[in-house]
């Protein structure tokens, strides 16, 4: 009988601080014992299963898929989000609300954050994040060069100074070609003192955010200028290169595939995005599925936002 009753008085203590919702000190005091009695009783009433936790996940959103996508690429965090139909539009738009509610919920006072600045997703983050009041960002960097055709290079430019302005962080830009013309050109440029500068965050970032792209460049780079042209698409085709990362190509099982453009790229390496804190990634729709299930398998990144489509197909 012994045992009937310790289980009797702990259930109780637990029917007050769950059902009746009294704080433990109130437990102490009513039923004559010390706060960590009360506490050692909470602890075995989940432990004799008296006390079973349930979650319930509410409607829109998808914790199964959320963690199998952890289990599996073994993320921190994942962030499928519902979507109406499986379109690039509404699928980027969609994440853009994800990844900018997540972003103001995490973040830390005098964070470093590099921002790939040619990726729309990330612009639709930007657009959707609410000037904050509390925790301030240090530095917004941008992690890949900028410069390009006028109209398209603005959007680097005001994506970046914008998310500054929104995180009361200082903006540093890298108005540099993303891509230049050889290697002598990079050099060239690599030696002015500002661009310099702007890259020795690379490896101090706390934060990075980054789209995910295929082979095949995105409509707003192609508009940008800041692509390669179709006989090297080719030969990173040739090479097995599934997608990228600020230009950085790998393969499908998640190694860098090496060749002779990485020479002509002003951005942060994949080396480098290694070394972040924590590196979220934007990306979703079924022709950048296995780009993303590539750069998953890199081992970079912390937190993926995507959709449930997206989810789906990464998780089969």
Same mark, same amino acid.
């Given at each position: 009988?012994?045992?009937?009753?310790?289980?009797?008085?702990?259930?109780?203590?637990?029917?007050?601080?769950?059902?009746?919702?009294?704080?433990?000190?109130?437990?102490?005091?009513? =039923?004559?014992?010390?706060?960590? %009695?009360? #506490? &050692?009783?909470? $602890?075995?009433?989940?432990?004799? @299963?008296? /006390?079973?936790?349930?979650?319930?996940?509410?409607?829109?959103?998808?914790?199964?898929?959320?963690?199998?996508?952890?289990?599996?690429?073994?993320?921190?965090?994942?962030?499928?989000?519902?979507?109406?139909?499986?379109?690039?539009?509404?699928?980027?738009?969609?994440?853009?609300?994800?990844?900018?509610?997540?972003?103001?919920?995490?973040?830390?006072?005098?964070?470093?954050?590099?921002?790939?600045?040619?990726?729309?997703?990330?612009?639709?983050?930007?657009?959707?994040?609410?000037?904050?009041?509390?925790?301030?960002?240090?530095?917004?960097?941008?992690?890949?060069?900028?410069?390009?055709?006028?109209?398209?290079?603005?959007?680097?430019?005001?994506?970046?100074?914008?998310?500054?302005?929104?995180?009361?962080?200082?903006?540093?830009? =890298?108005?540099?070609?993303?891509? %230049?013309? #050889? &290697?002598?050109? $990079?050099?060239?440029?690599?030696? @002015?003192? /500002?661009?310099?500068?702007?890259?020795?965050?690379?490896?101090?970032?706390?934060?990075?955010?980054?789209?995910?792209?295929?082979?095949?460049?995105?409509?707003?780079?192609?508009?940008?200028?800041?692509?390669?042209?179709?006989?090297?698409?080719?030969?990173?085709?040739?090479?097995?290169?599934?997608?990228?990362?600020?230009?950085?190509?790998?393969?499908?099982?998640?190694?860098?595939?090496?060749?002779?453009?990485?020479?002509?790229?002003?951005?942060?390496?994949?080396?480098?995005?290694?070394?972040?804190?924590?590196?979220?990634?934007?990306?979703?729709?079924?022709?950048?599925?296995?780009?993303?299930?590539?750069?998953?398998?890199?081992?970079?990144?912390?937190?993926?936002?995507?959709?449930?489509?997206?989810?789906?197909?990464?998780?089969?």
């Amino acid at each position: 009988m012994g045992r009937i009753n310790e289980l009797r008085l702990i259930a109780r203590v637990a029917q007050m601080y769950h059902a009746e919702k009294k704080r433990q000190a109130e437990i102490a005091e009513t =039923l004559r014992m010390s706060q960590a %009695t009360v #506490s &050692r009783m909470l $602890k075995r009433a989940e432990q004799e @299963d008296i /006390v079973r936790t349930t979650i319930i996940p509410p409607p829109g959103t998808f914790a199964d898929l959320e963690t199998a996508l952890r289990e599996k690429y073994r993320l921190t965090e994942a962030i499928v989000i519902d979507c109406s139909e499986d379109r690039d539009g509404a699928v980027m738009a969609r994440i853009g609300e994800a990844a900018a509610h997540f972003l103001e919920v995490t973040l830390q006072q005098d964070e470093i954050i590099g921002v790939s600045s040619w990726s729309q997703t990330i612009l639709r983050m930007v657009d959707n994040i609410h000037p904050l009041k509390a925790a301030k960002a240090k530095y917004i960097v941008q992690i890949l060069g900028g410069m390009g055709e006028a109209s398209v290079q603005a959007h680097a430019t005001q994506l970046t100074a914008r998310l500054a302005k929104l995180t009361g962080g200082e903006p540093r830009l =890298l108005l540099v070609q993303g891509i %230049t013309s #050889s &290697r002598e050109a $990079k050099l060239v440029m690599l030696s @002015d003192p /500002v661009v310099r500068g702007t890259m020795d965050f690379f490896g101090r970032l706390t934060l990075a955010v980054v789209g995910i792209g295929a082979v095949e460049p995105s409509e707003l780079l192609a508009r940008s200028g800041n692509t390669f042209s179709r006989e090297e698409l080719a030969m990173l085709h040739d090479a097995g290169a599934v997608g990228e990362i600020s230009f950085r190509f790998y393969d499908k099982d998640g190694k860098p595939v090496e060749t002779p453009l990485n020479d002509r790229v002003i951005g942060i390496t994949l080396e480098e995005l290694r070394k972040a804190d924590r590196v979220m990634a934007l990306a979703g729709g079924e022709s950048k599925t296995a780009a993303i299930a590539g750069a998953l398998r890199l081992g970079i990144i912390d937190v993926l936002v995507t959709d449930k489509f997206t989810a789906a197909r990464l998780t089969e």
